[in-house]
């Protein structure tokens, strides 16, 4: 089956600008989670959207907010953007939203602010 | 403040070799511990996880030690091969929740 698609896969923006990136899950996974990774930070937690409800969050200013649609496709959205939201922005997806089930990661969308 | 730390952060093991990356943590609520495996341009890929109860899990060449009482967790790979090149991450979750906390990654060479 297919895996987790995430488009588009390269962006580049300017500083102020916004963005949306999106994530569509494995059929009938309805739980959508997103990082952001850097090179110095690592993986970092974004939040979690289960059946169109934020579920986790993460440490993340409020530029940073997402949406889950009713057939589980996710966006993610970063208003103002800075130099420093420069990363790879993954999404991963599960069955049932519980912790030990596999997460599946999608190839990212890799983010350059400039 | 990093609720996990990996160690170490890149790691050279000759082909047939055995490669070992720690990870500790400080907060005895976490529940779960998955390692993930992530080749340049993809995503990251479940390897193996464990659960705080039992002291250790083996997959193929792949074995988790957990170390309860000290906070610390490892990823042992058997029998390395190139094709293990990649870079690992320990994670951990608590309460069930799809929350994790990623460590800062591995970067594993397998010389053949």
């Known amino acids: 089956k297919a895996g987790v698609t995430q488009t588009p896969r390269y962006l580049i923006k300017t500083r102020g600008q916004q963005v949306t990136l999106s994530c569509s899950p494995i059929?009938?996974?309805?739980?959508v989670s997103w990082y952001q990774q850097t090179p110095g930070q690592g993986l970092q937690f974004l939040f979690e959207?289960?059946?169109?409800?934020?579920?986790n969050k993460g440490n993340f200013p409020g530029r940073f907010s997402g949406r889950q649609f009713s057939n589980s496709r996710s966006e993610m959205n970063v208003s103002t953007l800075e130099l420093g939201d420069s990363a790879l922005y993954l999404c991963?997806?599960?069955?049932?939203?519980?912790?030990?089930?596999?997460?599946?990661f999608g190839p990212g969308t890799r983010l350059t602010v400039l | 403040q990093q609720q996990v730390k990996q160690s170490p952060q890149s790691l050279i093991v000759q082909k047939g070799g055995i490669s070992i990356i720690n990870c500790a943590y400080e907060n005895t609520a976490f529940d779960y511990f998955p390692w993930y495996q992530q080749f340049p341009g993809k995503g990251p890929a479940l390897l193996i996880a464990i659960r705080p109860d039992v002291s250790e899990k083996k997959e193929g060449r792949f074995t988790i030690s957990f170390n309860k009482s000290a906070k610390q967790f490892s990823l042992h790979i058997m029998d390395s091969q190139p094709g293990d090149s990649a870079t690992y991450f320990c994670a951990a979750s608590k309460g069930n929740f799809n929350k994790f906390y990623f460590g800062s990654g591995t970067k594993l060479n397998v010389k053949p």
């Open positions: 059929s009938g996974h309805r739980s």
């Open positions: 991963a997806s599960t069955i049932s939203g519980v912790s030990t089930d596999t997460q599946y």
């Open positions: 959207y289960f059946s169109e409800t934020q579920r």
